[in-house]
C-alpha cells in the first residue's frame, strides 16, 4: 500500500495548519490560559499570523519564495506602527508561515489581534529536547547491526553511497571535528563565507557547526557518518549535510525558531532563485505537550518544503507502548514518520503508536533500527575524532529511513523525493501484528533492496548465492550452503596468513609473509636469515656476523654475554659479574662514588652530606636529616611537626600567619576557561565597596593582550563575578592568564 496516496498535493498541507483557527482575528486559547495571571506591562513572547496564508502548491515552484516573501512583506507593513511602539524586542519576520515573531506587553494583545488583516496571535511556546529512552541491557548480538537490518550495503555493492545528495538536520547541531562526519559538510571549515549558507542557529550561539549535548551528532552519524573509526557507520556515507541549531545549548528552542529553521533550509543562501535546499530533511524531535493532539503549527512550513521537493522525516516520539500517543509535528499528513525495533525486529516499548491524530492515518508510517545503534559521540573539542555513542528511541531510526532516501536518490536522481518515499513505502517488510500497515511499526521495516526495484532496478547479483552482493564479496564463488560472514567468505575460504593454504587445510598457520610452503601450508625449507646453519626458529642469536663460528644455539663467541652484564665474552676482562652490577666496557664493576661516607652510594643516597659518624637508614639519612613533615625543618629542630603540607613555617617549623590583605585590595579567586562553551569566567573578592571600577585584561595564547569591553559585573558582599561568552570566537584565541584591575591596585592570575 502507497501510504502517500492520499497526500498528492503539498498544498493540502495547509489544512492542518488552518484547523488551527478558531476566528478571524483571535488570541488562541494557549495564549490566553498564558497571560491570564499576567499583568499589563508583562512581556510576552508571541507569533502573530496574518490572514489568508500562501497555498504552496497555487504557485510555480520557481515562484513560491518570491511570493511567500511578498505576502509577508504585506503583514509586516500593517504591522509595522504598532509594533514600532509596543515590541519590547526586534520583531522576526516568519514569511514561511505569513507571520512575525514579537515580544510585546500583554496590554498590547488586544490591539494587535484586532488590527486590520490579523488571523491570530498565539503564543511563541518554548520547546524543550525531549529525553531519549535507554537502551537494552547489554548490547545486540551483531554491534552494527542496522545497517545490514535495512539492506544498505547492498545498495554499496553497486556503487551507491549518497553521492550528490543533500540530507539537512534540525537538531542540537553536529560536532563537525567527528572525522566520520566532518568531511560530509556542504560549508567550508577553512573559509567562513560558506558557513552562512550551509549552518543556521537562530539561537545566535555558534556560527559554524556546534553540538553541546550529542544528540544532533549522533542523528547525523547514522545518516553520513563514514568508517574513519574502522566500522561503516552511516547509511548514506557519500552525501553532503547541512544543518539547522535549532536547540540552545542548553536544550531548548521556540516555535519561532523553528519556523525560522524551517524558513531557511527553503533558502539557505537568501537568493530565492537558487536551488540550494536540501533532498531530505530529518527532525528527530517531538513537541512534548503535544500527546494525541493535532495543532497544525508546523503545518505551513513543511507544506514550503515539500513543495519544493524536500522529503520531510520525522521521529515518531518515544511515548509508547500505548495506542493514541502520534505526536507533532511527525503525525502532520506531510511528515514522514518513523517508529523504532530492535534487533530482533520487535516495536522497542517506548515508540510512538498511532493512528495519527491529524487525519487518522496510519501512524508510524515506516520502522527503522532505533535500539543500541552505534552512532558518532563528541570528540571533546576534536580530542577524540573518532569516538563512537550508542543511541536509543525513534530518534535514531528516522536518520536510517533519511540515509535509506540518499542512498535511492543517488541511484535514481531523476526520481523525486515522493516517488522515493512511495517506493520505501511499499517495498518496506511488513512486521506484523497483522498484514498490512498497522499503527505499532507502520508499512515495516525499511527494505532499501525493495524500493530500489521498485524505482525500477534490479537485484544486486550475487553469483554464488551466499548472501553478499558480488560488488561486497571478498571470497567469490563458495561452496554452496557454506556459511559467510559479512565479507562474503566461509571456513573454508579463508587464508589468514596469505600463504595461498585456507585456514581449513593449513596445519602451519601465521606463516611470515613469502615463506614458501607446501600443501600443507608449512615452509618447505627453514628459514635461516643469518645463514649461520642453524634454523631461525631455534636461533638464539640472530643476526651473526657472516663467517663467524657458532654454537648449537647459533650464537658466536662475539654475541655470547654469559654474565648478561652487556659486555660480550670475547670483550669481557671480568666474567662471572653478579647480575645487577653496574660495569665499564672492560665488563668490570664500577664503584660508585660515596661522598659523605655514609655506606649508601651518592647514586642511592637521598641525604648528602651526612654529618661524620651519624647513622644512617637505607636511604642514607640520619634522625639529623630527616623532615617527616616536609617543611624544610629538620625533625630535630621542628618544635611543630606535622604541619600540613605546602604551610609557610618560622625556623622553628611552625605555621607563620600571613597578615590580611591591606584595605583597597583585590584577590582573584577564579579564572577559567571552559573550551566546549567557549566561555571565560573570573571571580574576585575586594572590600572597594559597591562603588569599585574593576576592569579586566586577557593574555591570549597568540601572545597578545586584550581588555574586555563592555562587561558586566557582579558585586555582592564584596565578591565580583563576570563571564564572556564566545571568547575565543571574539577575541582570536584563548586566555592564558587574567588581570583585574581596581581604583587601589590589580592583580593577575593564570586561566584555569
Not at 537568493?271 to 508546523?298: K, M, R, Y
Not at 527494505?447 to 558480488?470: F, R
Not at 652530606?609 to 639529623?624: F, I, K, L, R, W
Not at 590583605?661 to 559597591?690: E, F, H, R
Request: with cysteine; charged share 15%.
Amino acid at each position: 500500500m502507497n501510504l502517500n496516496k492520499a497526500f498528492t498535493g503539498a498544498h493540502l498541507l495547509l489544512a492542518g495548519l488552518l484547523a488551527m483557527n478558531t476566528q478571524a482575528g483571535s488570541l488562541d486559547p494557549a495564549l490566553e490560559a498564558a497571560i491570564a495571571d499576567l499583568n499589563p506591562g508583562d512581556p510576552v513572547d508571541v507569533i502573530i499570523r496574518c490572514e489568508d496564508p500562501l497555498d504552496p502548491g497555487s504557485v510555480p515552484v520557481k515562484d513560491l519564495i518570491p511570493a511567500l516573501r511578498n505576502k509577508a512583506n504585506a503583514c509586516e507593513t500593517s504591522l509595522t506602527n504598532v509594533l514600532e511602539n509596543t515590541a519590547l524586542e526586534p520583531p522576526v519576520t516568519l514569511w514561511i508561515i505569513n507571520g512575525i515573531a514579537a515580544t510585546v506587553p500583554v496590554a498590547s494583545l488586544n490591539g494587535l489581534v484586532h488590527r486590520a488583516g490579523v488571523d491570530v496571535v498565539y503564543l511563541n511556546e518554548t520547546v524543550e529536547l525531549p529525553p531519549e529512552p535507554a537502551g537494552a541491557p547489554g548490547n545486540p548480538p551483531n554491534t552494527f547491526w542496522n545497517i545490514d537490518a535495512i539492506r544498505a550495503t547492498d545498495l554499496w555493492g553497486i556503487g551507491y553511497y549518497g553521492t550528490g545528495v543533500v540530507v539537512a538536520t534540525m537538531d542540537t547541531g553536529v560536532d563537525a571535528l567527528h572525522a566520520d562526519i566532518g568531511p560530509k559538510w556542504r560549508g567550508d571549515p577553512d573559509n567562513p563565507d560558506t558557513w552562512s549558507d550551509n549552518w543556521f542557529d537562530p539561537n545566535g550561539e555558534h556560527a559554524g557547526p556546534f553540538d553541546a549535548s550529542g544528540h544532533g551528532t549522533g542523528v547525523m552519524g547514522v545518516i553520513v557518518g563514514g568508517n574513519a573509526g574502522g566500522f561503516d557507520m552511516g547509511v548514506a556515507p557519500d552525501a553532503q549535510w547541512i544543518a539547522v541549531k535549532i536547540f540552545n545549548d542548553r536544550g531548548q528552542s521556540k516555535y519561532s525558531r523553528i519556523h525560522q529553521g524551517f524558513q531557511w533550509l527553503l533558502d539557505p543562501d537568501g537568493n530565492g532563485s537558487s536551488d540550494d535546499a536540501p533532498d531530505i530533511l530529518n527532525s528527530s524531535w517531538v513537541l512534548q505537550s503535544t500527546q494525541n493532539e493535532c495543532t497544525g503549527v508546523f503545518a505551513a512550513d513543511i507544506a514550503a518544503l515539500r513543495t519544493v521537493g524536500t522529503a520531510v522525516v520525522f521521529a515518531a516520539g518515544n511515548t509508547g507502548p500505548s495506542y493514541d500517543t502520534s505526536m507533532e509535528p511527525a503525525n502532520n499528513p506531510g511528515s514522514l514518520s518513523v517508529g523504532a525495533i530492535d534487533y530482533y525486529r520487535n516495536v522497542i516499548t517506548s515508540s510512538s503508536r498511532g493512528p495519527s491524530a491529524c487525519d487518522g492515518g496510519i501512524y508510524p508510517k515506516l520502522a527503522s533500527p532505533g535500539q543500541d545503534v552505534v552512532t558518532a559521540g563528541l570528540t571533546t573539542n576534536g580530542a577524540n575524532p573518532t569516538n563512537i555513542a550508542f543511541g536509543t528511541g525513534t530518534s535514531f531510526a528516522a536518520p536510517h529511513v533519511a540515509g535509506a532516501m540518499a542512498v535511492l536518490k543517488s541511484a535514481y536522481p531523476g526520481k523525486s523525493m515522493d516517488e522515493i518515499e512511495s517506493a520505501i513505502s511499499d517495498g518496506a517488510l511488513d512486521l506484523g501484528p497483522t498484514t498490512g500497515p498497522d499503527d505499532d511499526s507502520g508499512a515495516g521495516l525499511v527494505d532499501v533492496v525493495e524500493a530500489y526495484m521498485l524505482l525500477g532496478g534490479s537485484t544486486p547479483s550475487d553469483s554464488d548465492q551466499d548472501g553478499v552482493a558480488d560488488g561486497l564479496d571478498f571470497c567469490p564463488g563458495t561452496p554452496a550452503g557454506e556459511t559467510v560472514d559479512a565479507n562474503g567468505c566461509s571456513a573454508s575460504q579463508l587464508d589468514s596468513d596469505g600463504d595461498g593454504v585456507n585456514d581449513a587445510l593449513d596445519q602451519c598457520p601465521g606463516t611470515p609473509a613469502g615463506t614458501a610452503v607446501d600443501a600443507n601450508g608449512c615452509p618447505t625449507e627453514p628459514s635461516d636469515a643469518d645463514q649461520d646453519g642453524v634454523a631461525d626458529g631455534s636461533d638464539l642469536c640472530p643476526g651473526t656476523p657472516a663467517g663467524e663460528t657458532v654454537d648449537a644455539n647459533g650464537c658466536s663467541a662475539s654475541q655470547l654475554d654469559s654474565d648478561g652484564d652487556g659486555v660480550n665474552d670475547a670483550l669481557d676482562q671480568c666474567p662471572g659479574t653478579p647480575a645487577g652490577t653496574e660495569v665499564d666496557a672492560d665488563g668490570c664493576a664500577i664503584v660508585s662514588p660515596d661522598a659523605d661516607q655514609d655506606g649508601v652510594p651518592d647514586s642511592s643516597d637521598q641525604c648528602a652530606n651526612t654529618p661524620a659518624g651519624e647513622a644512617v637508614d637505607a636511604n642514607g639519612c640520619s634522625v639529623s636529616q630527616l623532615d617527616s613533615d616536609g617543611d624544610g625543618v629538620s625533625d630535630a629542630l621542628d618544635l611543630c611537626s606535622g604541619t600540613p603540607s605546602g604551610t609557610v613555617v618560622d625556623a622553628d617549623g611552625c605555621p607563620v600567619t600571613e597578615p590580611p590583605p591591606p584595605a583597597g585590595s583585590i584577590i582573584v579567586t577564579q579564572a577559567s576557561y571552559n573550551a566546549s562553551q567557549d566561555k571565560v569566567t573570573v571571580s574576585a573578592t575586594s572590600d572597594l565597596g559597591k562603588q569599585a571600577d574593576l576592569s579586566v585584561t586577557f593574555t591570549l595564547e597568540n601572545g597578545n593582550d586584550t581588555t574586555s569591553i563592555g562587561m558586566s559585573w557582579k558585586n555582592k558582599n564584596g565578591h565580583w563575578e563576570t563571564s564572556i561568552r564566545r571568547f575565543s570566537r571574539s577575541f582570536g584565541a584563548a586566555p592564558v592568564s587574567v588581570t583585574v584591575s581596581g581604583t587601589e591596585g590589580s592583580v593577575s592570575a593564570p586561566v584555569q
